[in-house]
């Protein structure tokens, strides 16, 4: 089985989740000389081509040395992860949701019976309470007025 045929494998779109879209590392990203101030150009080429080989041999070379090892111990760690989360966490939150259900059963069969007759009380109370908007004739207030909205 070739790499290429691995489902979700592809060589060519190697970010297709743009996980690393805020990764900026080519020339225009990193390098640039505003207006007035200009190297000549021999100087500008040559450091362009010197930054691009340097740079993408470097991390060739990173990759090939440190890649294989980054990418065992982020396997490890992500098995790890979902293992812990499967077994161990998953579990967890399901027996804490069952646990709380109960709880809330018990509350709100004693608020219910405890604090269901008052508040319904207090909401006959003042169901009865007529609110009335009135404008009042506009007039000059006196300092007294203190109250007039």
């Given amino acids: 089985m070739s790499v290429k045929s691995m489902a979700g494998f592809d060589l060519d779109n190697r970010d297709p989740n ?3 879209e805020h990764l900026q590392v080519m020339w225009d990203d990193v390098i640039g000389e505003p207006e007035g101030i200009r190297s ?5 080429n040559c450091s362009y081509k010197c ?4 740079k993408n041999c470097c991390y060739v070379l990173l990759a090939v040395i440190f890649g294989p090892c980054v990418a065992f111990c982020s396997a490890i760690n992500f098995a790890c992860l979902a293992f ?3 077994w161990c966490i998953g579990p967890f939150l ?4 069952i646990n709380c259900s109960f709880v809330r059963s018990c509350l709100s ?4 019976a405890s604090c269901g007759p008052c508040a319904e009380t207090c909401g006959l109370y003042f169901s009865k309470i007529k609110v009335r908007y009135q404008r009042l004739p506009d007039r000059d207030h006196d300092e007294k007025d203190i109250m007039v909205v």
């Fill in 18 to 20: 743009n996980l690393n």
């Fill in 40 to 44: 000549p150009d021999w100087a500008w």
């Fill in 51 to 54: 930054f691009r080989g340097t």
């Fill in 84 to 86: 812990q989360h499967i």
């Fill in 94 to 97: 399901r027996s804490w949701k």
């Fill in 109 to 112: 069969i004693g608020l219910a």
